[in-house]
């Protein structure tokens, strides 16, 4: 299979498992928003400040919030960050932007009110993907990125 197909294939299922019988909301606060997951996953996920020497670079370049989502495998271990988000004025989001390095303050999913949501997600795979957790995980690449999975929560 393509790459491209594949990953059209991931989101496909992914989509189907966030159907409105089967998915749950995980409050991004601060930021105004929510997530719509999958709710077999919902239980694993938990959100927290960014930290550290990134919170600073975080600050200083403009967001007006930011959150890390953060997922606790079934097997003994722990937790580890799956995803970060951030709410950034528009203006200072898009001079951050440089097509010759990858975005450091993830990549844009919506734009609203002059505001821009974006979200970095794991670069490769956290867990083997025929596990349980790498399973949890691939239902979630699926819909990071994808603006219907977040819902304001103003």
């Known amino acids: 299979m393509k790459p491209l197909q594949h990953i059209a294939c991931l989101a496909a299922l992914a989509s189907a498992a966030c159907s409105s019988e089967r998915s749950a909301s995980l409050s991004l606060a601060p930021l105004p928003f929510a997530m719509e997951i999958p709710a077999g996953v919902a239980q694993r996920l938990s959100t927290g400040p960014i930290e550290g020497p990134f919170a600073n670079q975080v ?6 919030a930011s959150t890390a989502v953060y997922y606790a495998p079934q097997e003994q271990g722990n ?10 004025p ?6 951050l932007q440089s097509p010759d390095q990858p975005p450091l303050f993830g990549a844009e999913v919506l734009r ?18 025929d596990t349980p957790d790498g399973q949890n995980l691939t239902a979630l690449y699926g819909v990071i ?5 977040y819902r304001s929560s103003e």
């Open 59 to 64: 600050r200083e370049a403009g967001a007006l």
């Open 79 to 88: 937790k580890v960050i799956f995803m970060t988000a951030y709410w950034f």
């Open 90 to 95: 528009a203006e200072k989001f898009d001079v």
């Open 112 to 129: 609203q009110d002059g505001k821009v949501l974006s979200v970095a997600g794991p670069l490769d795979a956290i867990f083997a993907p």
């Open 145 to 149: 990125f994808l603006p219907a999975t």
